[in-house]
């Protein structure tokens, strides 16, 4: 979903960037308070794995493809504020090193594929797991969920970036991104779930937005409810 | 709790599964276009889409590292700096992030 340059007119990829710029520079200031010392190599590794892992295109229906975006993971395993920071890493490595996403578009893509599904997912999440009954399937299914919804919500203001620009009518954009990102958004759910069960099992405490304790947690559920 | 595995395991074993799959698999990977770029392709805007100039001068453009002929091993390779680029400066910036803010106080030496 990298946008190239060109795609958005000045104006909107200077609004876009606006709340990208502002959600990673908080980010950055809640760092000093959410950075214990696990974290800091955690932080790295997560960057690494969404960088290694965008480049895995799968193939979706049509002769298309898509790849993770990560931004649920990231808010996953370090919170809403350093997603951010980890998705600007990535981001920006890709528009400068790799000519990926355009240099004027960073604000829009930064905003799109990172800052909307790490927020979404990093508060959302939390939320919906206070709501829920606790238990193993019930994180990994919302933790899907959540993954699935920031590439539809990234999806959706990509659409509205592309609108607004008028480089292509938004009743004609918006459909055509949803339909082929509800897809695409179905690997993104897929790898969120497969790692966010990998930390869980390996290191349950790593994981920032944590499963509920309802009943000791054990890899073996005893039993349903 | 009963044992668990040190951080610096798990790390280790997520750093080198991403270099592995930035490495090894990425050559593998759909070359089809993307979910935008098939949007941009249908109705026509694809066209577009521009290099800046910052990016002509890009050390890795397109995921190919320069200078290789065969195009998976060029691209095998973009994964394998890319990924351990990534680290580094992740790293590098929560490592500074955290030191900016343990300046001071330092409760610990080392």
Known sequence: MHIPDGFLSNDVAAVAAVPAVAAVAYGLRRAS?????????????????IFAVQMLNFPVAGGTSGHLLGAALAAILLGPWLACV????????????FADGGVTALGANDLNMGVIGALVVG????????????????????????AWMAVMLGATACAIELGVSGTVP???????????????????????????????????????VAPREGRRFAPAPAGGV | MARRIPLGVVVAVALALAVGLGLAASPYASSSPDGLERVAETHGFIDQGQ?????????????????????????????????????LVAFGVAYTLRRLRARPAAPRAG
Do not use: N
């Not at chain 1, 308070?33 to 997560?46: I, M, Q, W």
């Not at chain 1, 980890?86 to 090193?97: E, H, K, R």
């Not at chain 2, 995921?63 to 680290?87: E, K, N, Q, S």
């Open chain 1, 33 to 49: 308070s959410a950075l214990d010392e696990r974290r800091v190599p955690l932080l790295g590794v997560t960057a690494a794995f």
């Open chain 1, 123 to 146: 508060f959302g999440v939390v939320w919906a797991l206070k709501v829920l009954p606790p238990g193993r399937a019930t994180y990994l299914a919302t933790a899907g969920v959540g």
């Open chain 1, 86 to 97: 980890v998705m600007a890493v990535v981001l920006t490595a890709q528009c400068f090193v």
């Open chain 2, 51 to 87: 290099v800046h100039r910052v990016q002509e001068g890009s050390p890795i453009p397109d995921y190919a590292f320069p200078g290789i002929d065969d195009p998976r091993l060029a691209t095998g390779l973009a994964g394998f700096v890319g990924t351990l680029g990534v680290f």
């Open chain 1, 170 to 208: 938004f009743a004609t954009v918006l459909p055509a991104m949803l339909g082929v990102h509800a897809l695409i958004g179905i690997g993104e759910a897929v790898i969120t779930v497969a790692a966010v069960s990998a930390v869980l099992a390996a290191r349950p405490d790593l994981l920032t």
